[in-house]
């Protein structure tokens, strides 16, 4: 199959649907005794990040079954609507900032103001960063989540409405946000679109309106602020399993979809450097997903894992044991691998939650910036030095 049709594929297989309720996230067993400067998070993004916004019954024929099991089985014993085994990168981050439980999704907080007292994810599998009337317009819109990063700013803002009050500012101030992964879907859902449509035209689309939608915490008061890039989207399973064979970078992936995301971060980066001098009062750190992910491939070994291309909860055999046809918690797939803490891969789009606590720990570490620019540390020292004041 050709890269183009591949990334359609890919991509589509991530997006789904917004669902009416989610479930509510489980308490989360803090891992951390020191005292953290932050007690609200506030998260956005695409599936990588989505703790419960959607579930099965919206979802693609491919990858709608993330309300079933083995979702869900390593951490949570059941399927909280999050693409993993267990726990994402935000979950951990819950964790090492000791908060009293998971960030509940927005969709299932939205009648519960006391939820308010650790944050709000308002991430959603299949979200773009350019508005979907783009999309529509272009008859590029099948299969694809109406929900943008600039919905769920206004949801945000609704959020604030309804639980703070007179108080927002302060609270918006006091917290730390979360952008995660987002983009990656806008490349898939284009990539059949007429030739006018380049891929460079939606990179300098999707990176801006990321940035726009960053200035926007900004301007409505954020001091802290952690924003991810994409990760090695052409390491995934379902991408190996339908790239053509010559499509590969020193890694073994596909080289033209990480190129993609490479290019997208750097244009992101360049962004994030000009807000920073736009906003000196703000702490904008960079986590590094791409790096993160691309250290892991290079040494599997190193983190733990013996499998970084096989899929853990899938179907088919062979090198990535993914069927398109047969995917994780499917009729067909009702259970995965007997260890998924050796493996990468968790449903052939998605990580497993020893892949994300990797990262995770990657991003979070005490001392050093390789993966977080600045480091976590500088940021949650940023915000104690500002509470000493």
């Known amino acids: 199959m050709a890269t183009s049709r591949l990334l359609v594929v890919v ?16 308490a989360a067993a803090p891992s951390s005794s020191s005292s953290s400067p932050f007690r609200t998070v506030y998260a956005f993004g695409d599936s990588f990040t989505d703790t419960g916004n959607t579930h099965s019954t919206t979802g693609p024929y491919s990858f709608g079954y993330v309300s079933s099991p083995p979702y869900g089985a390593t951490f949570f014993h059941r399927s909280t609507n999050r693409y993993s085994d267990g726990r994402l990168v935000v979950d951990f981050l819950a964790q090492r900032l000791a908060l009293p439980s998971f960030l509940p999704p927005y969709l299932a907080a939205a009648g519960n103001s006391s939820t308010d007292n650790v944050g709000v994810n308002f991430a959603v599998a299949g979200s773009t960063a350019i508005e979907h009337d783009f999309f529509a317009k272009n008859n590029l819109s099948m299969d694809i989540t109406p929900q943008s990063i600039m919905t769920q700013l206004a949801w945000f803002d609704a959020h604030l409405r309804r639980t703070s ?35 460079k035209l939606i990179r300098t689309m ?16 954020a001091k802290y602020m952690i924003v991810q890039g994409l990760p090695l989207t052409g390491c995934l399973p379902l991408a190996m399993s339908l790239a ?16 993609q995301s490479y290019a997208h971060n750097r244009l992101l980066l360049a962004n994030l450097r ?15 997903y791409y ?14 894992f013996t499998e970084p291309f096989r899929t853990c909860c899938g179907s088919g055999g ?39 606590k990797v990262v995770a720990s990657m991003f979070f570490q005490d001392s050093g910036d390789a993966y977080c620019r600045p480091a976590f540390s500088a940021v949650l020292a940023a915000r104690k030095a500002q509470q000493g004041k």
């Open 11 to 26: 991509f589509l297989a991530m997006a789904v649907s917004v669902a009416e309720m989610a479930v509510a996230a489980p």
């Open 165 to 199: 009050k007179d108080k927002s500012k302060d609270k918006v101030a006091d917290a730390l946000f979360w952008v995660g992964e987002i983009g990656a879907n806008d490349y898939a859902y284009t990539v059949m679109a007429p030739p006018s449509i380049r891929p």
């Open 206 to 221: 999707a990176v801006q309106r990321v940035t726009t939608f960053i200035e926007g915490l900004l301007d409505r008061g």
């Open 244 to 259: 053509r064979a010559e499509d590969r970078d020193n890694i073994s992936c596909v080289a033209s979809v990480n190129g």
């Open 274 to 288: 000009r807000l920073r001098q736009k906003h000196p009062a703000a702490v904008i750190a960079y986590a590094d």
């Open 291 to 304: 790096a993160a992910h691309l250290a892991v491939m290079r040494n599997p070994a190193r983190y733990g």
């Open 318 to 356: 062979g090198a990535y044991n993914f069927d398109l046809f047969a995917t994780c918690g499917s009729p067909e797939v009702t259970t995965a691998c007997a260890q998924p803490d050796k493996y990468v891969n968790w449903d052939g789009v998605h990580m497993t939650e020893a892949m994300y």
